[in-house]
């Protein structure tokens, strides 16, 4: 399964990052000499448990913090990759099927973000959670980070002190104790970056 999501995402970086060399630190001997050297870092989906434990393992998360927050590289994450660069990875998904060490995950930001964000479908028969319900009762606990539920088609570019919605769709916040808001694309979320609480 690695190889293949490996396959497909070196191919398309390689097309639309012609000048680029795109290496994998699931084919290297020294993941950690890999993070050091790279000159960006994208971490792709998957199960979000399965890969912070494979963080944890291979000594990457505190090197991908230090190499992204301290000697500013690029990261990019999409769906599992977008939840373990967070405070955490509570509010995901999926499902445990492995345990990794902590749920604290990257933290190249500090709150939380729920990509593939699904309003409730109101004609819908299912009577489980929604992810709006789910949310809510993580904010339950004490001292949860506030969580920006990300629909399809839209995403989260940080750069420095500014967060700025992009794309087509609108981005959903939670905030505990308060009322849920809507952010349209373009919007300024950089007060995330400082009162995430």
């Not at 604290?104 to 930001?109: C, K």
């Not at 969580?147 to 769709?169: I, P, Q, W």
């Amino acid at each position: 399964m690695v190889e293949d999501i490996w396959n497909t995402v070196s191919s398309r970086f390689k097309t639309s990052l012609e000048s680029y060399e795109v290496d994998s630190v699931h084919e290297t001997s020294d993941p950690v000499e890999a993070v050091r050297k790279a000159e960006g870092i994208f971490i792709g989906g998957g199960n979000t448990f399965r890969l912070l434990k494979a963080l944890y393992d291979n000594k990457l998360v505190t090197e991908i913090r230090k190499r992204v927050l301290q000697d500013g590289i690029p990261y990019m994450g999409s769906s599992a990759g977008t939840n373990v660069s967070t405070i955490s990875i509570n509010t995901t998904n999926d499902m445990p099927i492995v345990y990794p060490p902590t749920f604290a995950a990257i933290g190249l930001v500090p709150f939380n973000i729920n990509p593939h964000y699904l309003d409730p479908d109101v004609n819908s028969k299912h009577m489980g959670e929604t992810r709006e319900q789910r949310i809510i009762q993580y904010h339950e606990e004490l001292d949860t980070a506030c969580v920006l539920g990300l629909r399809e088609g839209c995403m989260l570019l940080v750069e420095d002190n500014k967060a700025t919605l992009l794309g087509c769709t609108k981005a959903r916040l939670f905030q505990r104790g308060q009322q849920t808001t809507e952010h349209e694309p373009g919007s300024d979320l950089s007060f995330l970056l400082t009162d995430a609480q």
